[in-house]
């Protein structure tokens, strides 16, 4: 093992053959006890003029005397150190046991019931001016705070300051906190060495922000380690607390700030005792005594130095800043968690709740300080128990009258949705639909990977516990893209605002909501929970040009945009089932043991969330991807669209949705009993699903082709291709009884009758006689002349059906215009004239 001198800085190469092993360094005389657990401790110190100055350059390797102790132990032959400098001094941790370094855990039952009596007794006032707040002197020459010592052994090569630290002095018995100094000190005037260490870690950071974890974890390790039984942050905590304080909000502030940073999952403020086999977790007391006397105020350097000199703080500050507890590197990451959010005016740990007890009923809510929407009511209390009391479910329906009743219902509905994350509560009906999240279901911290190039809802694998709060770490340069946080899949609103029929819900009006991450953290929740997704806008990926169809745009694209892939880190969230391609059934087996109760499947390019019981039916999920790849390249192959599909579509399945069986969009909205219709493979190959190949073609279908009153018939031709090119052996007008009598709708619609089957008849001899190429062929026509001038394509609802006669009639070198006539399209004489040189056709 490496080992380097806490004195004088000399490295050697070690192999006890036991733990606890002795060692005495010839260069300065220093006597150290090394652990096994990797901590270094002097038990006995040189002579102030044996300590050297400075790091001499690297020379043969000295010879170290090495005794055991009785403790056996393994061999540490080969581990590399990991090293933190403050100025001259070096403390040595092995990676594999960073976690131990602080050795055992020494608090006493009396030091445990003194701090709980501090964190119990109310705050003191200071009369006395605060210290300024912390700053870094950015001019001084930073040592480097991390090296990896495997060269051979030899003294190190690290050049030590012109002013190395000395060994920290013995520890001094317990003392008054004393009053400020006159005059405000900065760290750099305080403590130097911890200045430079602290300013190079943010060099580090800015260098590898991927890591920025890492690095606050190993300077606040170096911080807190013991050298002759006191550590770094001691005297700093005894002098000057406040600077301790803002050191601590600093460097959180730039974990925050890291981009691709990972959120520390830390929360709370535990202190363990050994001898009274007990924690006692003083996350509450903190929250409180750092919590902004005004929501939105930013505390300064006033407000926070009379914090750090407040009794119950000092105690706190006075245990872990000698190590006495394995959980010291926790407490300091979560105290500048708080001290961050004191100096924002945040209360601490708002974005992370689940550290601290949740209210249990809408009495028990906090007062919002901020400015919230509140609709009609006084406070949130009064929002959350109406809406508590607004509970429609499938066996109690809810009339709803229409009109002004109805707008205010939803502008409360909407502010409840909207509420932040200290007033969120789960809303009664979550447990039935959408559904419950396990009580004991572990609440994760995720990083997740989104694709920029990529439009619209990416899935995260994670799912918000109904009234869970869900925090998201935004990277700086992502904070401006108009990335959205979503929680739910279902977006339909089912409350009827106009008409004169009472709507009848059968659940909450609305139970997704989406929330802009255009901040360093962003904190939100839905008190019905759901699946979470990240929103990506199109940016710039349009497409090569588009095509407006009845649900949504359609993007064909000349080449397929590269990824551009970033991170986010994700907390709060529960594990959801995630099938993705090239997952494998064992490893789709285990995906169904997480909690949440729905599961996402990407099934090529049409993505959806259903209930993870009707997820676990489905044996091989690659087998249904391929055939709804099918599918959908059965669309957009009938509507002659050039290039490539990029952007998959998505289908969610609602207890009750805003119109109709199943209606289209983004995504399409389809009732949960029909999930079958998505997951049932055998069906589909044998039967097809009119239903969802019908919304699905809406989102194909062209507005230029689709007159008024055809919406619902040209749609059709989707679906009748559809089943053409999955079910091959069987006719497709066989897949709707309406269409058992194609003649007598066509004699209807010459007779001057429409309706969705009759105007769909009008096509039939078309496929029938030129098949369904000459649709596609048709249709191509209009998307050649779009790339050249998009006006070709936005036609008025007569021009619409004069093109179609025209551009189908060039098609298949026919005169059609007079068919069309006896069907009752609009037929322009300039038509008639063009298609005149081509024999007439009629059925």
Request: charged share 25%.
């Amino acid at each position: 093992m490496k080992f380097q001198c806490p004195a004088c800085a000399r490295v050697y190469e070690l192999e006890p053959a036991q733990f606890p092993a002795k060692a005495r360094c010839e260069g300065c005389g220093t006597k150290s006890l090394i652990e096994e657990t990797g901590e270094i401790r002097v038990i006995e110190s040189p002579p102030a003029a044996a300590v050297p100055q400075a790091v001499a350059v690297p020379t043969p390797a000295p010879r170290m005397i090495v005794s055991s102790g009785k403790k056996s132990g393994p061999s540490w032959g080969g581990v590399a150190a990991a090293l933190v400098v403050f100025g001259g001094g070096v403390v040595a941790f092995s990676p594999g046991v960073r976690s131990r370094v602080f050795g055992a855990d020494t608090t006493s039952k009396e030091t445990l019931k003194s701090l709980e009596k501090a964190a119990k007794a109310p705050a003191a006032k200071e009369e006395t001016a605060a210290p300024a707040e912390t700053k870094v002197a950015a001019k001084t020459q930073p040592t480097a705070p991390v090296a990896a010592a495997t060269e051979p052994a030899a003294p190190s090569p690290i050049a030590a300051d012109p002013a190395p630290l000395p060994p920290a002095a013995p520890a001094a018995p317990a003392e008054a906190t004393p009053a400020p100094p006159e005059t405000a000190a900065t760290l750099e005037s305080a403590s130097p060495e911890i200045a430079r260490a602290f300013q190079t870690t943010l060099e580090r950071i800015s260098a590898a922000p991927d890591k920025v974890e890492d690095e606050a974890r190993l300077l606040l390790r170096g911080l807190f380690a013991k050298s002759n039984g006191k550590t770094r942050a001691a005297d700093l905590a005894k002098d000057h607390p406040e600077l301790l304080l803002g050191l601590l909000g600093d460097l959180w502030a730039r974990v925050e700030e890291a981009a691709g940073a990972r959120l520390p999952a830390v929360t709370r403020i535990s202190i363990r005792s050994r001898s009274a086999n007990k924690a006692t977790d003083l996350t509450e007391t903190y929250v409180k005594l750092l919590s902004p006397e005004k929501a939105g105020e930013a505390a300064g350097a006033d407000k926070l130095s009379a914090i750090a000199r407040s009794p119950e703080l000092g105690k706190l500050l006075q245990h872990f800043t000698e190590a006495e507890d394995s959980g010291t590197i926790d407490n300091a990451l979560t105290l500048g968690r708080m001290v961050h959010a004191l100096r924002q005016g945040k209360v601490p740990l708002a974005d992370a709740p689940a550290a601290v007890a949740q209210a249990a009923d809408p009495d028990s809510l906090p007062d919002v300080k901020k400015s919230v929407d509140l609709a009609d009511f006084k406070d949130v209390r009064e929002l959350v128990r109406w809406a508590h009391g607004f509970n429609p479910s499938a066996k109690a329906k809810v009339k709803v009258p229409t009109g002004s009743e109805a707008e205010q219902i939803l502008a409360r509905v909407k502010a409840y949705l909207a509420l932040p994350p200290e007033a969120l509560l789960a809303h009664p009906g979550a447990a039935e639909f959408p559904g419950a999240v396990p009580a004991n279901a572990p609440r994760v911290e995720k990083q997740v990977s989104i694709d920029l190039n990529m439009p619209r809802w990416q899935a995260t694998g994670l799912y918000a516990p109904p009234g869970g709060a869900i925090t998201v770490a935004v990277p700086a340069p992502l904070r401006k893209l108009g990335l959205k946080l979503r929680i739910g899949a279902d977006t339909d609103n089912i409350l009827k605002t106009s008409g004169e029929e009472e709507n009848n819900l059968s659940r909450f009006p609305m139970i997704s909501r989406e929330i802009a991450l255009d901040d360093a953290r962003v904190t939100a929740g839905n008190p019905f929970g759901g699946a979470i997704y990240i929103d990506v806008p199109f940016g710039n990926n349009g497409g090569a040009f588009q095509v407006p169809a009845h649900g949504w745009t359609i993007r064909p694209f000349d080449k397929m945009p590269s990824p551009e892939v970033k991170a986010l880190s994700i907390a709060g969230g529960v594990e959801m089932a995630w099938w993705r391609a090239g997952m494998t059934p064992s490893a789709w087996h285990d995906e169904l043991k997480k909690p949440a109760p729905w599961a996402e499947l990407e099934l090529g390019m049409l993505h959806t969330s259903v209930p993870r019981d009707s997820a676990a039916e489905v044996r091989n999920p690659a087998e249904l991807a391929a055939f709804w790849d099918q599918v959908m390249d059965a669309q957009w192959k009938f509507a002659g669209y050039p290039g490539y599909r990029y952007i998959p579509m998505r289908v969610s399945f609602d207890r009750q949705i805003s119109a109709g069986f199943m209606h289209s969009g983004y995504p399409i909205m389809v009732h949960v009993p029909e999930v079958k219709e998505v997951l049932d493979l055998k069906k589909l190959q044998t039967e097809g699903s009119w239903g969802l190949y019908h919304e699905i073609g809406h989102n194909h279908q062209p507005v230029c082709i689709t007159p008024s009153g055809f919406t619902e018939s040209t749609v059709n031709l989707f679906t009748l291709a559809t089943l053409k090119a999955t079910i091959p052996k069987r006719d497709p007008i066989a897949g709707h009884d309406a269409l058992s009598d194609a003649k007598g709708l066509l004699k209807k619609r010459q007779a001057g009758e429409e309706d969705a089957w009759i105007n769909l008849s009008l096509f039939l001899p078309l496929i029938d006689e030129f098949g369904y190429e000459s649709i596609t062929r048709t249709l191509t026509g209009y998307w050649t002349d779009a790339r050249k001038d998009s006006s070709a394509i936005n036609l008025s609802n007569e021009e619409r059906q004069d093109q179609w006669t025209l551009r189908f009639g060039e098609t298949v070198q026919r005169d059609v215009s007079e068919y069309f006539e006896s069907v009752r399209y609009k037929v322009s004489p300039a038509t008639k004239k063009k298609l005149s040189k081509y024999p007439v056709w009629k059925p």
